[in-house]
């Protein structure tokens, strides 16, 4: 097995019969085994019967996106086979039901397995084809039964036994192909963005999540409603996305930390409330999964469409932090920095994601994350009469919560004097919108202290890769290939100019890596007087490959 | 306190004679009583969507907050979810409430959240100049229906009573006394509540005579009963010529919504949940 | 009278009291005179008693701007006076009601019209003070009271007996202090902006406009419904933005040309439906009247807040048409032109506009309109199986409506097949995407056939100022009395980089004058490589005045 | 036209045993039934939201408008409006109509414009994977809802009453001759009307033993009555254990929305309107 691609396995299937579920299974076995995991999910918009498939990437090396070739097949249907064969690295390395698939072209070789006829004999249900398979996958991998039946244990506790029969009925009927060795390296969890997303909202001081149900943001939801109990959380579900961003307008106006979650669709319908959270500065983060558009687009799918769109969604001039994580790890610490920095300047923030990040599944190392620091809010002293508007030097004003007793706390959502009163004063309105956007200057200036662009790679290329969000992980594996530099701002708003512009230095070339058709983020830094040489842009929902990304660096620099 | 501490240095500017003027005076009274009984004033906190009637925001010295047009119900919600002690009341507009936003409103009532929705109902767009509304009668001569409206108005209370709301009632910007109680009983109920005023927009929609003509006070009316109420919500249709009942149509004990949650902030704190964090992981 | 600047008349009173209707009186009256018209309309978000004013200026040249000083102040309430008074040429020009105004510092001048007594004698309703004022003006300013009368007549058709009464008793009661030239000057039409935009969508075949109210566009709404019989309209007030929008999607199936009118609050709203058309390809023209925000913000006055906004609304990559046109004879023809586009290449447009245009009364000169060329539609030619998305050269493809024999019409927000089939085919994904963006292109070409980048003033300076809406008038008068060029882009969408490039030759100093606080399109242009050295920037809601602007550019550039 | 014409080659991806089945199934016979009768079928126009019920749009061989979630209504009320003579035919999911959209669907109903609206109600939203929706019961255990929903459904036929739809009647999946003769009497009924289909859900909310055990079909009722039609609605509230009554609840004539408008474009056409457009300049 190659050192630096790693080990890849592919298994396929119908939509709906455990292809996820025995992804992140293989997965396990080999994270046990003391490997770096990457795994690439590809459903389509359907819950049963359409093709899915997960490529699991074990690596030596932290590996954060999938290979186009691959070193296992596992296809429990002829789809599986047929569309992703040719990935293989060696031809016969497919697993594969004969009853199922039928296997043209290929000199018969590969191993067949009747799992159909196991499943009868052992009396096992459906389901269980997975299990027969992940059996027969560990023999051919060399990969003793003791690993698989203590993540079986761990993974599908219930009816365990014949689980554990099954798949020993498949490690029985294959052979060991090769043997796939144990590193020593401890393992890491696997977490998905989503996941991380949802715990650094926790760690920032989340009270509140609400979302409408939207791929590929929904998984957020889904997961912090399992885990509220833990984190004494309140979850809510409401009616549509204008409520889900109205009533977070009034759990953050009661001083809870709120945050919201959808993707392009939901987000238009935040839009109203996202302008009223600046006028009134009423701290909300919202989570916004880009997926492929315009509208409806490719629900399951990947894109990086929504970057102009979050910096200028909602009508007026107000003061937003956006910021677009590449990986898990900077998904959890940039949740909870935002968190923190909406509450400090009462302002609302966006965390960009997207599908490849918020559905892919990383190990996560949290010991890795920078440590976070919590910021404290400026609260009301109790004794000046309160003014929930007062306007202060660096434009934030002290805060205080209903029930308080003696102050008297308005919020508006029309141009308001300090102590919330609506105004139609021109003199108090410039004042105001002063106030407000003077914001801006000192939260730059705190930003200085937060690494808001990374750069990774051979530094002294000439050469750079620019990237943001899901791409960084594949940018810096093509990069470290051809010896180029990887520049990754996560934030958006404020742009970090200082910060980029060192990045820069000694560049001569840059080249944007984005998944849209226009280079949004090329588009972008022109605001601040760079410029992107050459852009490589994919928006057909797939995420780039470090091949397919070598590759098209390669004619680009020819 | 006084319904004079209640006052607010903003400048009233609603029209000589509007009908907003009783329902300011009618909440300020019932606020009064309720914080002389007891009710920590820093426990009122009142809700207002954007129309003439949603000045009362600026008109009221207590927590407020002067949120969208349409949108006076998910905050409200959420308000009260996040301090069950709060008094929640919402003032909206007809054009608020029952267009706009009339998906919150349906969905609050079947949750039955313990909220008090108030509702300026006088018809008609006051704010942005005279349009309809969907309790315009049809025929009404509007800005954006010079011809007159083509579509019958909506009964808001009877779709209220099918969305699960358990306390409903009726009162009219003559009838301040009435509006007190109504005001007061909603305010006190636990449950979703609303009150329909029919608050007359003398520049717009002057129906002051027509309310008088017509209006009566119910009597002997079971409002435990679903079917006697619907029968008097039904009594009158925002349409045609018929007595309108005044006073409680509709009350019902019934679980709230707000009582689901857990209380207040983690308890742990931030660092107390990056622990927690880390046991969690153990499991992925 | 100083030609240039022209006679300016303040009148002013209580918000619910006629003072709007009395200002289009006098400006007749100006207008019958042979001058040529702008009324600024000042007022509240308050129906009755909040102050209200407007300042009607007539003068020789064309005139779309207003003047800081005036010649005669109309007082009908203490407000008025006191807020205003300063504002005169001559301190003793103002007419008031010694009943409602005290004048104390002012020495007792001025002209005192007992309206109260004079009404209480005549039995003539409270609103026709202004009647009785206006009499008064007329014998202030030497016209004849025929005049008035006329005008009077057409104005106030019911109790005119009685209203010319009174206008007569403060004609009587008052004294000539100057006497106004007639000019010689044909009259022509006194239409406001968004009067001018509802003409010109039906001069672009509007079939149904569709706007839930929302100032500063509810007037559009209005008058659309007013004469909606003439012209065979379809005007629908629904329940909501999203309502509205989407409802102007279904229109736009079926081939019905459709516009929506609303401000920021409500465009939020519509973005999803943006997103859509832009998906679907359904034309449909949006017009967006900007006003202060954030949020609610101060809904009476004017802004120009949404252009990035209005650019970037709507998830996902596709093309839209974006024009602000700065007076009525633009916002007659770009309506008209922006209908046209929507349909011949099915794509979204959004008309900005902003109160003071929208609101602002000017004269209409209809024969200084370019002539609008009517574009002819891509039908479909019945023959070939009809694909809703069939995937041409230029990108647009042949349009059938339903009911349309033998062709199956299927309109999709998924990203779907020339047939209109869903799809998740990442080679038909990358070519719908291509299709769609590869309109830009034809409709750039396109546009140089039109006045995109206009230029006045001195062109030879090398100062601009870079102006766009409503500031056009303004900026014009302001640069004509400094000898400066103006430079004023009107489309911003697909943005017209080569015109505008030209305009800046020999420019060495770009002066960007904005009703924003953050310079919205200096920052916009900073996209196309170029930049403005200074920003003027205005967000008080209140427009500027050639002499307010005056003063800024001497103190920029002195 | 044979429901066999009406396929197109979109590969159908429902869930084996999925209740949309027969919904597709239904309606294609109709759609086949009424163009032999008649009907062009470009006269056609359906209408669908997102989500799984939606994809039929895909699935059936006429003019389809494939929109957004939650609006369904909306356009379908458009293209009513704008060509008067189509038969506009809206597929909406519960989630679709009851929930994100549901304002439009009050809105249509008040305005009794001629549309039908057919309701794939599985009580779950199924393409995103199995959360609640307003007519989950209580206690629904979906993905948002781990620990059971903690608020009653709405009834949706209640609500649409009450919003003055004038046919209203519910089938289920199971039941697809009596979907047949429903969804032709709401497509030929002149004004607003609705479908409730009890649509199972195979893979997230299996309940076709369930309703198989308790629908009945209406006999003896008099759907031209309003209260008999509120009692047999209200019967079974979506919640609770009761006999779930199948067919026609409500029928009842009315003027409709769409009849109000001028039809097609203007006669003048665009060079008319700047004549036209001149004279009315000289009253300005
Ligand atoms: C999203 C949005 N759409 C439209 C408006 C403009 N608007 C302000 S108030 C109002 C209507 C007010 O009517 P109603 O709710 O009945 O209140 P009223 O003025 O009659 O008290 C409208 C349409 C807005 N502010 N926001
Ligand atoms: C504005 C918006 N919010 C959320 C979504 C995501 N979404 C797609 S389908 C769906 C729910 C579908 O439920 P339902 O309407 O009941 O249809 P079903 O799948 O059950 O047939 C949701 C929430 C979306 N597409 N658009
Ligand atoms: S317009 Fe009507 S509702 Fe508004 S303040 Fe005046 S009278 Fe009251
Ligand atoms: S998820 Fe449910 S509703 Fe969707 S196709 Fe499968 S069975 Fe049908
Ligand atoms: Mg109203
Ligand atoms: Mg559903």
Redesign the interface.
């Known amino acids: 097995m190659e050192k630096e691609s790693g080990l890849s396995v592919l298994i396929g299937g119908k939509a709906g019969f455990g292809i996820d579920k025995s992804g992140v299974i293989i997965a396990r076995i080999l994270s046990e085994l003391g490997y770096r995991i990457y795994i690439y999910r590809d459903y389509p918009s359907i819950i049963r019967g359409g093709h899915t498939f997960s490529i699991i990437r074990a690596s030596r090396d932290k590996v954060a996106t999938h290979q186009d070739r691959v070193d296992f097949l596992l296809a429990l249907d002829q789809d599986t086979f047929n569309l992703h064969k040719d990935k293989l690295k060696k031809e016969c390395f497919f697993i594969y039901d004969p009853e199922e698939v039928k296997i043209e072209g290929v000199s018969a070789c590969g191993t067949a397995i009747e799992t159909g006829r196991i499943l009868k004999e052992e009396g096992a249900p459906e389901i269980m084809r997975n299990t027969c398979i992940i059996g027969a996958f560990c023999r051919s991998a060399g990969i003793g039964f003791k690993i698989l039946e203590d993540i079986l244990r761990r993974e599908l506790p219930k009816e365990i036994d014949l689980n554990l029969k099954v798949a020993h009925r498949g490690f029985e009927e294959a052979k060991e192909l090769l043997k796939v060795e144990v590193t020593g390296l401890q393992k890491l ?3 998905s963005g989503n ?1 991380a997303v949802a ?1 650094g909202l ?4 989340l ?2 999540y609400i979302a409408y149900p939207m791929t590929p943001a929904s998984p957020i939801l889904h997961f912090l409603a399992d ?8 979850v ?1 579900h ?3 996305e ?2 889900v961003m ?6 953050s ?5 709120v945050a919201v979650g959808t993707s392009g669709g939901g987000f238009c319908l935040m839009a ?2 996202l302008s ?1 959270a600046g006028m009134a500065e009423l701290p909300v983060v919202i989570v916004l999964g880009q997926r492929p558009g315009p509208s409806t687009g490719l629900p399951t799918y990947s894109s990086q469409t929504e970057l102009h769109f979050a910096l200028n969604a909602g009508q007026g001039d107000f003061l937003r932090f956006v910021v677009a994580p590449g990986d898990p790890q900077e998904a959890y610490y940039w949740s909870s920095v935002a968190l923190n920095i909406s509450w400090k300047y009462q302002i609302p923030s966006i965390i960009l994601t997207d599908k490849n990040l918020g559905e892919g599944i990383f190990n ?1 190392d ?1 010991s890795s994350v920078e440590t976070i620091k ?1 910021e404290s809010l400026p609260l009301w002293n109790k004794s000046a009469p309160y003014k929930r508007y007062l306007n202060t030097e660096n434009g934030v004003s002290p805060l205080a919560f ?13 141009e ?1 004097d300090e102590s ?3 105004t139609e004063d021109p003199v108090i309105t410039r004042a105001m919108q002063d106030k407000r956007l003077r914001k801006e200057e000192y939260l730059s200036k705190d930003m200085k202290g937060y690494e808001t662009v990374k750069v990774y790679g051979d530094e002294s290329s000439r050469t750079a890769l620019l990237c943001w969000g899901s791409n960084k992980g594949v940018c810096v594996e093509a990069a470290q290939r051809l010896g180029l530099k990887v520049i990754q701002p996560l934030v958006f708003s404020p742009f970090p100019s200082d910060k980029f512009a060192k990045a820069l230095t000694g560049v001569k070339r840059l080249i944007s890596v984005e998944d849209n058709a226009t280079g949004q983020l090329a588009k972008l830094i022109r605001n601040y007087g760079f410029k992107a040489e050459d852009k490589i842009l994919k928006y057909d929902g797939r995420p780039f490959t470090p091949d397919g990304l070598e590759e098209e660096l390669r004619r680009l620099m020819r | 306190m006084t319904p004079a501490d209640l006052n ?3 400048r009233n ?4 004679g509007c009908g907003n003027f009783a329902i300011l005076n009618a909440i300020k009274t019932v606020l009064g009583e309720l914080t002389q009984e007891g009710l ?1 004033t ?2 009122i ?1 009142i ?1 207002s969507g ?1 129309g ?1 009637h949603a ?1 009362i ?2 008109y009221i ?11 006076v119900v ?6 009260k ?3 069950p ?2 008094k929640v009341i919402g003032f909206a507009g007809d054009g608020d409430a029952y ?6 409103l ?2 609050a009532a ?3 959240i313990d909220i008090t929705m108030i509702i300026h109902n006088n018809r008609v ?5 005279g ?2 509304t ?1 309790t315009s009668p049809q025929g009404f001569r509007g ?4 011809g007159g409206t ?6 808001p209370l ?2 209220m ?4 709301a358990t306390y409903l009632a009726r009162g009219t910007s003559h009838g301040i006394e009435l509006l007190k109680k109504i005001f007061k009983e909603a305010i006190m109920h636990k449950g979703f509540s609303l009150v329909d005023v029919l608050q007359v927009c003398v ?1 717009y929609y002057n129906m002051y005579e027509y309310y008088d003509k017509r209006v009566y006070e119910l009597k002997e009316h079971n409002s435990g009963d679903f079917n006697q109420a619907l029968g008097k919500i039904r009594e009158w249709d925002y349409n045609s010529d018929a007595p309108i009942a005044l006073g409680k149509f509709y009350d019902k004990e019934s679980p709230t ?1 707000e009582d ?3 209380k ?8 107390g ?2 622990v ?3 046991e ?3 499991g ?1």
Chains 1, 3 share one sequence.
């Open positions: 969890p696997l977490l996941q715990l926790i760690r920032g001081g009270n509140t885990i509220a109990g833990d984190f004494n959380l309140k809510i409401p009616e549509s204008v409520g109205l009533m977070a307008t009034g759990f106006y009661m001083g809870e930390k109203e409330g009223f996560f949290i919590d209903a029930p308080e007793k003696g102050a008297v706390i308005k919020a508006n959502s029309y308001h919330g009163i609506t | 607010t240095y903003a500017t609603w029209c000589p920590p820093e426990n906190v809700v954007i003439c000045k925001a600026d010295n207590v927590n407020s907050f002067y949120s969208l047009h349409g949108r998910s905050p409200a919600e959420a308000i979810i996040s301090r002690e709060a267009g706009e936003g009339i998906e919150h349906i969905f079947k949750r039955n767009y006051g704010l942005t100049t349009q309809y969907p800005r954006s229906t010079p083509k579509e019958l108005p909506l009964n009877e779709l009573l099918s969305s699960g520049t919504f689901n949650f857990s207040g902030a983690s308890a742990a704190g931030r660092v949940a990056e927690k964090i880390k969690l992981l153990n992925f």
